[in-house]
């Protein structure tokens, strides 16, 4: 078991900043990937940025360059750095966990979520 809780949401202006942590807790050393999701309305859920066990990143090409993903040395906080924010940034953000080495940036392969914390960018 894993236990997930989101901060840091809020409402930014485009080209704006924001950094989302999330409090990792239980047995995450069991855990093959850890990364952060968002789900717009009407959308699908969508991977953004996942860190595997040994500290590869998996990057959305629509946020390379302009959100890092990173992690504390005990594993507790996962935080992603966003940067240039765009009006299609907005979207519920949620952090997951999996024990799948295969699940990348797949959200049906994650099966332990957090509650979520809403961004949204304004134009």
């Known amino acids: 078991q894993v236990q997930l809780v989101e901060s840091g949401g809020g409402s930014v202006q485009a080209g704006g900043s924001l950094r989302l942590s999330c409090a990792v807790s239980?047995?995450?050393?069991?855990?093959?990937?850890i990364g952060w999701f968002r789900q717009a309305p009407g959308k699908q859920r969508e991977g953004v940025a996942v860190i595997g066990s040994r500290g590869s990143t998996v990057y959305r090409d629509s946020v390379k360059g302009r959100f890092t993903i990173s992690q504390d040395n005990a594993k507790t906080t996962l935080n992603l750095q966003m940067s240039s924010l765009k009006p299609e940034d907005t979207a519920m953000y949620y952090c997951?966990?999996?024990?799948?080495?295969?699940?990348?940036?797949?959200?049906?392969?994650?099966?332990?979520w957090g509650q979520g914390t809403q961004v949204t960018v304004s134009s």
């Open positions: 239980g047995d995450i050393n069991n855990m093959y990937y």
């Open positions: 997951a966990a999996t024990r799948l080495r295969l699940a990348g940036l797949a959200p049906d392969m994650y099966n332990y």
